[in-house]
Structure formats: C-alpha cells, structure tokens
C-alpha cells in the first residue's frame, strides 16, 4: 500500500484558510484568537474542510488522527466526529460511507472503502467538532494519485454565521446548507459558522478581510444576543468588509426559525435595515434573504428543525433551495 498525508501534494485541502502555509487544518489563526478568546477552540477544528484528489485504486483506505475527541450534546459520532467520503465530480458524487471512531476515547481511526477501480475525484469533508491532527489516504501499491479536478467555480463563497452555518445540527458535515450549495453550483467555500461565538466582532471582520473571496454570506443573527446587539454590530461588520472589499457581493440572511414571532422580525428588521442602507447609497452587489422564507409555506416545517433552532438535514436541504437561486445568478456574472 502507498500512504499519503493530506498535507502534501498531490492531495489538495479546501475550505482551510493559509493551509499550504501552516499546513493545519484550522480556519483562525492566533492572533485573532487572542482577540476573540471564545474561538479558541471552535477558530481550530475545520468545519468545511474537504481533502480531494483523484485515485484508481479499487481500494481506498482514510485514516484520522484527532486531537480532541468529546460528547455533543445534540450530534453523534456519526455526526460531527467523522470524516465523510464521497466518490466522483463534484456534482454528481456518490457517497461512500463515513470514517468515524468506535467510542469517544478512539482518537486514531480509519476505514477501507471499495471504489470503482477507475479514476475518479475524491472528496472527504473534514470533521465538524474536533481539532484534526493529520488525514492520511492508503492506496494500492499500482494505483495513481493525482491532483483533483478543479471546482468550476475555484474563487470560494465565504460564510460567516452562527453553528447553522457551522452545520449543526446535520448528519453529516456534508449535509450543511454551505456544503450542498457547494456540490450543486462546483463552488470552493469556506465555513466560518462558529458555534455561539459569531456576534459581529470588528476584529473578525478583520480577519476576513485577509481572505481571498467572491462571494460573502452574512448570517450571523442567531448568535447576537439581543436585538440591540444585532442593531449595534450588523451595520458596521458589514461596512468593514466593505473598506477592502467595495464590490464583492454580499447576501445577507436572516435567521431560520420554526415559527417567526416579535423576537425574528425585529432581528429581521436590523438586518433589512443595514441592507436598504447599502441599496440606497448606491450599493449594487447587495442581495437579502428573509429567513422565513426557508419554511413559511411548509406545513411540515416542525420536521426541519431538531429544537425549533437547529435545522436537521431536511431543513438545511430546503435552506439551500432558497438560496441557491440568487447565489447562482451572482456566480454566472461573475
């Protein structure tokens, strides 16, 4: 068998910002992590992190090695600790299986998965809740290994939100609104959901504006604590990203919610707020997504949410139903 380490070519990681620099699989560096203590763990683990290449081999083994490993509360192994792989072009991949530990305490895991035998991309979503040591991939000794095909739209789309966005509560990294948008449009994306701890810091908006992006999702309301906070912050977080980048486009979202009472549509009205701002001075690449409009019309939403909060696959499967129309547009004008 021939072993390959994610961190090194031809195998290529997305959704991991300066990776071929650090060579870690962590969204936030230091720095900023110093001024947002709250990110100090969730800034590490790689949600939106996907290792890819192409292969040959009839067989393919994924071997994980975590550095931390814990209980969520609302997520499974299955969930959030393992690593999924899918086989074939990004958008029409079949899903071969997940790598996952057998108990809590299994930090180093793998898993053999058979493969057609015939060269054909691979794609492993990086796991959603821990901080990720290494990722080797084994083939057979005559097998090729090469560099995967490039996604058709390689100027990633940036997220930045609460643990909807960081894909909680979904089965599967794979399954987060970001994620399918990212299979049904060949996009690169990266996942700054973080969980409880995206409310609208300056010096994250700092951050993201190091980044090389095309287009910029907003979708952080869940985790501002009041509706004064959101009032506060949402305006000038966005008027940041404005100072490095004046004509990127921007979709700023409201939150999903099982029902909408007075607490969402005051929320809403901020975000619409900062959004009629931009469009009457004259901004053209801003674009508002109500946050009702995921489930208003479903007579089954209660089946998209696992607490009135969370979306479950269902409902992040019809969050990207809504978005993917205007994200869609953005991408072919670009």
């Known amino acids: 068998m021939k072993e390959y380490s994610a961190k090194q070519a031809p195998l290529r990681v997305f959704g991991i910002p300066n990776f071929e620099k650090t060579k870690e699989f962590r969204r936030v560096p230091d720095e900023v992590l110093r001024q947002i203590p709250s990110l100090d763990f969730l800034g590490k683990r790689p949600p939106g ?11 393919l083994t994924v071997r994980l ?24 072009g990004h958008t029409d991949s079949v899903f071969l299986g997940q790598v996952n530990p057998s108990n809590y305490e299994s930090k180093i895991f793998e898993k053999t998965f058979k493969t057609n035998g015939k060269m054909e991309d691979v794609t492993i979503f990086l796991p959603r809740n821990e901080i990720l040591s290494d990722l080797t991939v084994l083939v057979e000794d005559g097998a090729t290994v090469a560099p995967p ?36 449009l060949d996009v690169d994306y990266y996942n700054f959901g973080f969980s ?3 409310k609208g810091e300056l010096a994250m908006a700092d951050y993201i504006n190091t980044i090389d992006f095309s287009v910029f999702v907003y979708d952080y309301d869940h985790n501002a604590p009041t509706v004064e906070h ?53 901004d053209q690449n801003v674009y508002f997504i109500d946050g009702e409009r995921f489930f208003l019309d479903d007579p089954d939403r209660e089946l998209c ?9 269902l409902g992040f499967a019809k969050m990207a ?10 991408l072919e004008r670009l």
Not at 49 to 59: E, L, N, Q
Request: overall charge neutral; proline content about 7%.
């Open 49 to 59: 992190g996907r290792v890819c290449f192409r292969t040959d081999s009839p067989t």
């Open 65 to 88: 090695t975590l550095e931390t490993l814990s209980v969520d509360i609302g997520m499974s192994i299955y969930a959030c600790q393992s690593a999924h792989v899918f086989l074939g």
């Open 149 to 184: 095909t490039p996604y058709r739209h390689s100027h990633p789309v940036l997220y930045y939100g609460s643990s909807i966005t960081e894909g909680g509560i979904a089965n599967s990294p794979a399954n987060g609104y970001n994620a399918i948008l990212s299979r049904h």
């Open 196 to 198: 409880g701890s995206a």
């Open 230 to 282: 959101l009032a506060a912050t949402h305006e000038p977080f966005f008027r940041r990203i404005r100072e490095k980048h004046p004509t990127v486009p921007v979709i700023m979202l409201t939150r999903p919610h099982a029902t909408y009472g007075e607490d969402e549509i005051a929320r809403r009205a901020v975000v619409k707020a900062t959004y009629d701002r931009a469009v009457a001075e004259g």
């Open 305 to 313: 949410f696992i607490d009135t909060i969370h979306p479950n696959d």
């Open 321 to 330: 139903a809504v978005i993917e129309p205007t994200l869609h547009a953005i």
